[in-house]
């Protein structure tokens, strides 16, 4: 990975306390996985950013190998990996993604 | 293209005290994958993910898998 890619997912996490790597758009999610993200943190009522990873091939791949993780979407709070698609969904249905999302929001 | 057998393989080598659930969700390259392991116990979430995602890291970077839906589990 570049050091210009790094530096600007970098300041992505940085800058936005909720941020999601994701297909497409909050509006036009281009992929299921992507899609349940933006649906669970709309039903939570909370602000979060996106980024299409589709709108740039060195950040798609540059995330994976940032967050060490495989796949998108990808999810920071206030700058700490959260996971993704499936741990997102895990947490929703917990109740401890609420939680945690308020938790870290606040402070 | 990959075998529910050759994806059961790559994670119980990965994670040997593991019992691994394979289910094709829409067509083989779309899996749902279910881990189980005690090895899980002292790992957060993430790492727990990353831990089964680097046993099939080639196969996600070929799309030989193309979309994995993973849960990991610690024995009752």
């Given at each position: 990975m570049q050091n210009s890619t790094k530096d600007k997912i970098t300041n992505l996490i940085n800058s936005n306390p909720l941020m999601v790597f994701m297909k497409g758009?909050?509006?036009m999610p281009q992929c299921g996985f992507s899609n349940n993200v933006v649906q669970i943190l709309n039903s939570l009522g909370v602000e979060f950013n996106t980024f299409d990873v589709l709108s740039d091939p060195e950040i798609r791949e540059g995330i994976k190998e940032y967050s060490d993780w495989p796949t998108i979407p990808q999810v920071y709070l206030k700058g700490e990996f959260l996971g993704g698609s499936d741990i997102l969904i895990e947490m929703y249905n917990s109740g401890a993604l609420k939680e945690k999302i308020e938790v870290e929001l606040a402070s | 293209m990959i075998t529910k057998t050759e994806v059961i393989n790559l994670i119980a080598k990965k994670i040997p005290n593991s019992e691994v659930l394979?289910?094709?969700l829409k067509g083989n390259d779309h899996l749902q994958v279910t881990v189980i392991s005690s090895e899980f116990n002292r790992l957060s979430l993430v790492k727990q993910?990353?831990?089964?995602?680097?046993?099939l890291k080639e196969e996600l970077a070929s799309e030989a898998i193309h979309a994995l839906a993973l849960k990991t589990?610690?024995?009752?």
């Open positions: 758009t909050k509006l | 394979v289910e094709n993910h990353q831990l089964v995602y680097s046993a589990e610690t024995p009752n």
